[in-house]
């Protein structure tokens, strides 16, 4: 008998909920059953992201830092992107902080991708559509089409790791805590960035210090995405194959704190061995371990 050839199984929303309710002796039947069930998969996406590293949610994003003057740097920048569309951007500077003159907004300019484009920094509140901007040092004035979107930085969860890139070549910098930052005594000193800090708010930012002494140097780093939503249920998830046991498990054991109390024991232990088999397949293979100590002194 001949094999299919085919090798593009996968499940939608819907067939997920429908394998999970039946794991529960239960039926998808009515609307509000699909939409609890999509209400769980996303509290189960955010449980996934509390547990650890997913791989698949990883990506590279390169940030242009910002110099406007000897005085004058932006340390901290969104974790991801933050788009702002203008009027025009030409007789703005790279550096120089932006005010709404309806709103009193503030942000600064990182970068000018287009003639119409900028990239900011987490603006101070909420810019009004239409309002002109002006900015601090250029005092070039143009107008801005809507409130930038935040969803690309609060997509992100953290950090891994990252390097500062100059003349093509890339320099590992150190990651360090909220209380070392706030250690350093003068935070607008400008050199070559050594060192980061992630402020993971609902809107992340990182720090680096010292300040950027250009505007030419590139931060790059590998960031943690959170999972795209289940949204409807024709979507398939945004997850590798592997994971497809672990998603059905998990949403049974989801449903039966509801539904079925008391299969909730043994839809849970299933759940976690599903888990336990799909998060250790991911990794990454081949690496070799490398345990580095850590020296701390103690004062008296």
């Known amino acids: 008998m001949a094999t299919s050839g085919s090798v593009d199984f996968n499940l939608n929303m819907a ?18 059953d699909s939409k609890t069930a ?33 005085t004058s740097a932006v340390t901290s920048y969104p974790v991801g992107t933050i788009t702002a569309t203008v009027g025009a951007s030409t007789n703005l500077s790279v550096g120089e ?18 003639s119409t484009t900028i990239t900011v920094t987490v603006p101070s509140g909420d810019f009004t ?12 004035s143009t107008t801005i089409s809507s409130n930038p979107t935040l969803f690309d930085v609060q997509a992100s969860g953290d950090i891994l790791e990252a390097v500062l890139r100059r003349d093509s070549e890339d320099v590992a910098i150190t990651r360090i805590s909220r209380q070392e930052y706030l250690s350093v005594p003068k935070k607008t000193t400008q050199g070559r960035p050594t060192q ?25 780093y590998y960031r943690v995405k959170k999972l795209q939503d289940a949204d409807a249920s024709v979507n398939t998830p945004d997850i590798p194959y592997r ?26 232990t299933i759940y976690e061995e599903e888990f336990f088999r799909a998060s250790s397949e991911d990794i990454e293979h081949g690496v070799p371990l490398r345990l580095v100590p850590t020296y701390q002194s103690m004062r008296v």
């Open 15 to 32: 067939e997920i909920a429908e394998e999970a309710f039946e794991r529960c002796g239960l039926e998808l039947r009515t609307g509000y």
């Open 196 to 220: 980061f800090y992630v402020d993971r708010q609902i809107t992340p930012t990182i720090s680096v210090w010292p300040a950027p002494e250009n505007s030419t140097d590139q931060l790059i």
């Open 38 to 70: 999509r209400r769980s998969l996303n509290l189960l996406f955010a449980d996934w992201i509390n547990r650890g590293l997913n791989l698949w949610t990883v990506d590279e994003v390169t940030q242009t830092v910002a110099n406007l003057s000897s």
């Open 129 to 140: 559509a239409g309002e002109t901007i002006t900015g601090s040092s250029s005092s070039a």
């Open 97 to 114: 902080t932006i005010t709404g003159g309806t709103s009193g907004v503030t942000a600064s300019v990182i970068t000018k991708p287009s």
């Open 243 to 268: 994971f497809l046991p672990c998603i059905v498990a998990g949403l049974a054991y989801q449903i039966a704190l509801k539904r079925s109390p008391d299969r909730i024991q043994l839809l849970k």
